[in-house]
Every structure is written in structure tokens, then in C-alpha cells.
């Protein structure tokens, strides 16, 4: 069947240090990928996505990294800040479209100054 | 800009009673999403709107959930009667069109009694 799913749940690092959050999806069809950041208390907010022609995408301080081979994913954030605790979701979808988006469980990112 | 406006934040109410969410997207944002999400998941989606139209409710337990959109602006979400099983926090998000990003309100947290 169709999942997206985390393998870590949470994830603690030291502010400064680099991090990484990992994510497997199962549906081969799945051609677009979104990042989303969950504070507390609030609704996830869109981070970096990309799309299954490519491998590797960067924004400021975060670059996604997706292997088809393996069906993996994953979010690398650079010197991580306080500001960047909260819960990461990856989400899939086919088309470029974002009208049914399967999330997965969520990473929380727990950052010790 | 105003993001997307939902209301009330946060409602208490005993099994069996109605309620009702609120969402207001953002202005020409023609897409709104319903989604609901339990604690330490991923947003699932309820029902999704194009303009007026649910073009996809197949998520939506119809028994004792309905939305409407009727002006294809702001949107309610109701469940009648509510269970405890309902607890849980209530999305809504908007884009413009199907392949547009998704912008997320702050939630609707539910607690039933």
C-alpha cells in the first residue's frame, strides 16, 4: 500500500551542529516530495520540495536529498538553531500537484543549545 | 497578507454534542483543504474544495461529518454527533489550484468529552 514513514521519531542535536531527518515512502508513483515544519501549536509550514528528476535541491540552510533507488528522502539542516525545533513532515503526491498529499509521521527536531 | 483564519482555536465539548470549525483562506486562494490531525501524525486529508465544488470528500466519515463552501470563499466543517475519537486537532489550508502550495491555518483543537 501507499505510506510515507519516518525512521527516527525524535531527534536531538547540539545548536551549531548539523541535522538530518530521514524519511521512506513506499509508492513508487510518488514523483514530488514536500518538507513541512510543525511548530507548537501551529500548522505546518512548507520548507523545500522537489521533484523526481532530480537528486538533490537546496534552500538557505536546508538541502533534500531524494534517492529513488531506495525510496528515501531526507532534510539536512545546517547549523541547526533553536529556532528550528518543531516536528518535520515529509509529504508525497504524484504530478507535481499537491491536492492529495500523503504525510508521513513526523520527526521531532530537539535542539540543546 | 492575512494567512489562513480558522476559528475557534481550541473547543471542549461532550460526546454527542455538535460543533463546528470555521476557515477563511487566503484571498484568492481558490483550493481549501480540510485535514485532520492526531497527535504525533501526519495531516490526513478530510475533504478538499475547488472553489465551491468538493471535488474529493472520499476521507470524510459522511455519518456524522459535513463542510460546505458554499460561496467558494470561507468554509465550516461540522460533525454531529461528536465522539470521542474526534479528538484531535482540525486543519485547514489553502493553494491556488491543485499544484499550488499549501498554506496552513494555525488548527481547530478539539477535545470531546
Known amino acids: 500500500g501507499e505510506s510515507v514513514g519516518l525512521h527516527l521519531p525524535t531527534l536531538s542535536v547540539q545548536e551549531g551542529d548539523n541535522s538530518i531527518i530521514n524519511c521512506a515512502y513506499s509508492?513508487?508513483?510518488?514523483?514530488?516530495f514536500i518538507w513541512y515544519k510543525q511548530e507548537s501549536g501551529k500548522g505546518p509550514q512548507f520548507i523545500i520540495d522537489i521533484r523526481s528528476n532530480m537528486d538533490k535541491r537546496q534552500g538557505q540552510r536546508v538541502t533534500v536529498l531524494l534517492n529513488k533507488t531506495v525510496k528515501h528522502l531526507s532534510l539536512q539542516i545546517a547549523a541547526t538553531q533553536p529556532g528550528d525545533s518543531a516536528v518535520y513532515f515529509c509529504a508525497e503526491n504524484r504530478g507535481g500537484a499537491t491536492n492529495k498529499l500523503i504525510f508521513g509521521t513526523g520527526t521531532l527536531l530537539a535542539v540543546q543549545p | 497578507e492575512a494567512g489562513v483564519v480558522q476559528s475557534p482555536r481550541y473547543k471542549i465539548i461532550e460526546k454527542k454534542q455538535p460543533v463546528a470549525f470555521w476557515c477563511n483562506p487566503i484571498s484568492g486562494h481558490n483550493t481549501l483543504y480540510w485535514y485532520l490531525q492526531n497527535l504525533g501524525q501526519g495531516p490526513e486529508l478530510l475533504i478538499r474544495y475547488e472553489n465551491e465544488e468538493a471535488v474529493d470528500d472520499s476521507q470524510l466519515p459522511k455519518d456524522r461529518f459535513s463542510a460546505e463552501r458554499l460561496k467558494g470563499v470561507d468554509s465550516t466543517l461540522k460533525i454531529q454527533p461528536a465522539e470521542l475519537g474526534d479528538s484531535a486537532v482540525y486543519l485547514c489550508?489553502?493553494?491556488?489550484?491543485?499544484?499550488?502550495?499549501?498554506?496552513f491555518g494555525e488548527g481547530s483543537r478539539l477535545t470531546v468529552l
Open positions: 509508492n513508487s508513483a510518488s514523483d514530488y
Open positions: 489550508a489553502s493553494s491556488k489550484g491543485r499544484g499550488g502550495e499549501l498554506f
